[in-house]
């Protein structure tokens, strides 16, 4: 029997899972199996499951080493997104916005500047096609095969945006190898980017990934087999490993109950998830229905989010249990919830697969504000066409009720509806044969695939590679930003900012601004200020920034960054609670730090999988610290003014509050670092408030005020937080700001966002001011149009003097 060595670029080593058995058949008959992909954290180890002889791993080039290494991610960028404007995505508006975010922003912006490409999309198509093929094979990629020698080599993921594997199914055509593309997933065909140069095999689950091939991809028919999945080939042959009274004992849950499992999706399907487990959980309580009801509820998280939900906590619900042992293959535990369950519930996940081997009825909510992941994807409506369809679909929760009732009157039992569906999406060879040595097959039979190297070119090619690079790289220089003349391009102690701003630069996808967990004064007068500077003499356009902070600053970035994310939205307040208490605010920490503190990192990471962002880079306020830190040692915070560009708040999209008075002072009375927390203080802004509505509307625009200081019970005196109870608190506190007449009170964060508002503040103090900040509000009203803030000892408070000058 001939064996052969197969070269795996498998890209990461956690998709080995998918392909084990496989391999190991492969192996078992002699073949050589060599495993590759890229560094992980710093190494490339293959799984403790990869045990055998003939299977070995090693790192593989990711970048090119040519000229064209700066271009290329570019040009298939802008072809991945242009597949979207492929009338067969209309409807499927998250996978084109998710697109929209990935793209290059250069191409993103040449498409809206020329709407034609849009119009005549297949033509751009084409000519970026035409452009890819015009591509050379990059000598390292190259050199790297040729040094393993493989007889075939197998790829995946491959259409993963801009995905650097291209240039590997490249080096194969030149090198006259044999190529097999194996889709990772169900849905990869449909929702990532495109196969741009084919593959000599594509060995798909199903005739719905053939169909997806040759009409979204452009294969050949007869380059195209069906396999079937095999990485479910174990999950079809489990057997539940304990019984119901061991698996609800270990849940805390009544055996005596029936037990609904909800399945977790992942971020892209299910960014705000976690609020519609409550809703659903709640409104399982509130069923009329009393099997409903009283019913067990198990939530599973996605496994890649199962960190999020550690301090989730449902127990005013009762009978509900999390499992956070999910791994991310079809392991023992998913196994043991299906089988235990009536029913499995989700949004757009591939766990409903997994109910479907085990022949649990599968249901889902379309429920407006949740359903951008399923009716906003083309692959959620396999789960409910193909085949006859797999998971009922309810629009509302009391229709939910009313299937589920059907289902909890019996014992767990297998549906036929979803057995059948589990034998055609994903065993279509017959329910009852192994995928595996289907899968291992086909490898085998495309390793006689006869094939000549492509050592030559038409001639034609040649002079339009060398007009499509110099035109590249002409408009890449005429993109980049003016010089640094600063002291961070001069400084040598300030050489890691540079050096990090220029990574930027130099980069084209999406960069997270912060996030900011500093004070609401510093963030307006120092950090969006360094931003808008950043951006402006780095090149980095707003499309490419994402501002990650809170809620009700996000408006405030608007002029510098394209996108916002709020910090809270991607926690739960118990979460946010933990982390808070373990945090130092950013300006107390070391500036030179190497690495982001822990919650950063943590906001960072969930904030990349919002927005599905594999490739993207930060812009993190430890730059900015640093730069404080070396000019206060240096004596040189004049220099400062360089590098922040002040700009005063647009308010003329802000929305009113229509139930403040017609004129009106806003007061705050909060204890703050320039007028701390004792009797005297609140004794002086008792007595300032006092003054004030003696003869003017008041309103306190803490959220809430402090119970320590004694406000007077005057007509003339309101509460922000009784006006106006719900909303964001800091944009309702902006709103009011900017619509007074006036700000009066303690100097600190409100006030900077007075004169930030354009509203003039009268504040008060007792103990030093911090240092810098008035110049720079200064000059920020001298600048930039922000109010002036005029400042005053609280001991010497013999009533208040308005500013001259009052907001209109």
């Keep these: 029997m001939w064996t052969l060595k197969i070269l795996f670029l498998i890209g990461a080593t956690s998709r080995i899972r998918n392909f084990h058995d496989t391999l190991a058949i492969l192996a078992d008959r002699g073949h050589t199996v060599r495993l590759t992909g890229r560094l992980r954290k710093g190494s490339f180890e293959l799984p403790r499951t990869v045990q055998h002889e003939r299977m070995t791993g090693r790192v ?8 064209w290494r700066d271009v290329v991610d570019l040009l298939r960028g802008a072809r991945d997104y242009v597949r979207y404007f492929d009338p067969r995505y209309a409807d499927a508006t998250r996978l084109v916005r998710r697109a929209y975010e990935i793209a290059p922003t250069e191409f993103v912006l040449f498409c809206e ?40 080599i197998l790829v995946t993921p491959l259409v993963t945006f801009e995905s650097y594997q291209t240039d590997y199914v490249k080096a194969a055509h030149r090198l006259g190898i044999p190529v097999v593309f194996i889709p990772f997933s169900w849905d990869n065909l449909t929702n990532k980017g495109l196969m741009r140069i084919q593959p000599d095999r ?20 007869e380059r195209v087999v069906v396999t079937g999945a095999a990485r479910f080939d174990d999950f079809f042959g489990g057997r539940p490993s304990t019984s119901r009274d061991e698996f609800f004992a270990e849940h805390r849950l009544d055996p005596s109950r029936p037990l609904l499992l909800y399945l977790g999706s992942s971020q892209l399907t299910g960014p705000n998830e976690m609020e519609l487990v409550r809703r659903w959980a709640e409104s399982i309580r509130a069923s009329d229905d009393p099997l409903v009801r009283d019913a067990a509820l198990l939530v599973r998280p996605h496994p ?99 299937q589920l009732a059907a289902v909890l009157r019996d014992e767990p039992q297998v549906s036929p509806r979803s057995r059948d569906f589990a034998q055609q999406f994903l065993r279509p060879h017959g329910v009852d044969t192994p995928v595996a040595p289907i899968l291992a097959a086909e490898i085998e ?41 600063t002291v961070i391009a001069t400084s040598m102690s300030l050489r890691p900012v540079r050096t990090a701003l220029e990574e930027i630069q130099q980069g084209t996808g999406p960069v997270l601004v912060g996030p900011w967990n500093d004070s609401l004064g510093n963030e307006i007068l120092y950090w969006i200020p360094f931003v808008r500077w950043a951006a402006a003499t780095y090149g980095l356009p707003p499309e490419r920034l994402i501002a990650l902070s809170r809620g009700g600053a996000l408006p405030w970035y608007s002029s510098v960054a394209g996108r ?28 030179k730090q190497a690495v982001m503190a822990p919650f950063d990192g943590e906001i960072v990471e969930r904030a990349a999988r919002t927005f599905e962002l594999t490739e993207y880079q930060v812009l993190h306020p430890s730059m900015l610290f640093r730069v404080l830190s070396r000019l206060h040692k240096d004596r040189a915070t004049t220099q400062l003014a360089d590098l922040l560009q002040h700009v005063r708040l647009d308010g003329d ?15 705050s009375v909060a204890f703050t670092e320039a007028l701390p927390k004792d009797a005297e203080n609140g004794s002086f802004l008792a007595a300032l408030v006092a003054d004030l509505s003696a003869e003017r509307h008041v309103v306190i625009v803490d959220w809430p005020p402090p119970a320590d200081v004694e406000l007077p019970v005057s007509p003339r005196v309101s509460r922000l937080d009784a006006l106006e109870a719900t909303g964001d608190a800091l944009d309702l506190q902006a709103r009011a700001i900017a619509q007074a007449e006036a700000f009066v009170g303690s100097y600190g964060d409100l006030a900077i966002l007075a004169s930030f508002c354009g509203t003039p503040a009268l504040t008060y103090h007792s103990e030093r001011l911090p240092a810098d900040c008035l110049d720079r509000l200064q000059a920020a009203a001298a600048s930039a149009g922000w109010a002036p803030v005029t400042v005053e000892r609280a001991r010497r408070f013999r009533g208040v003097r308005m500013p001259i000058k009052v907001h209109a």
């Design 60 to 67: 593989n080039p990711t970048e090119r080493c040519d000229e």
């Design 653 to 667: 999209g802000r929305r009113r509050i229509d139930r403040l008075p017609r004129s009106f002072v806003a007061v």
């Design 304 to 402: 890649a989010l199962r960190n999020s939900y550690a301090s989730v906590d449902y127990s005013d619900l009762g009978q509900v249990a999390l499992s956070l042992n999910a791994s991310r293959n079809a392991d023992q535990e998913l196994f043991d919830s299906l089988y235990h369950a009536q029913a499995a519930i989700g949004l757009n996940t591939s766990a409903m697969l997994e109910a479907a081997i085990v022949g649990r009825p599968v249901h889902t909510l379309v429920i407006p504000g949740f359903d951008q992941g399923q009716i906003g994807t083309i692959h959620f409506h396999y789960l409910v066409e193909a085949y006859g369809g797999l998971a009922t679909i309810a629009r509302d929760f009391p229709e939910h009720h009313r």
């Design 202 to 221: 594509v060995l798909v689950w199903n005739d719905v990934q053939r169909r997806e091939a040759i009409e979204l991809h452009g294969c050949a028919p």
């Design 445 to 485: 039979r495309a390793m006689t695939i006869a094939k000549q190297p492509r050592a030559s070119v038409p001639a034609w090619h040649p002079p339009l590679r060398r007009a499509l690079l110099l035109w590249l790289g002409r408009r890449r220089e005429a993109a980049r930003a003016a010089v640094d003349t």
């Design 113 to 152: 500047r020329h709407p034609w490409v849009r119009r005549h999309w297949s033509l751009a198509a084409r000519a970026l096609a035409l452009a890819e093929d015009l591509i050379p094979t990059d000598p390292g990629f190259e050199e790297f095969v040729r040094e393993e020698q493989p007889d075939l």
């Design 564 to 591: 916002a994310l709020d910090i809270g939205a991607l926690f739960s307040a118990s979460e946010l609670q933990h982390w808070q208490r373990r945090t130092v605010p950013q300006s107390e920490q070391d500036p």
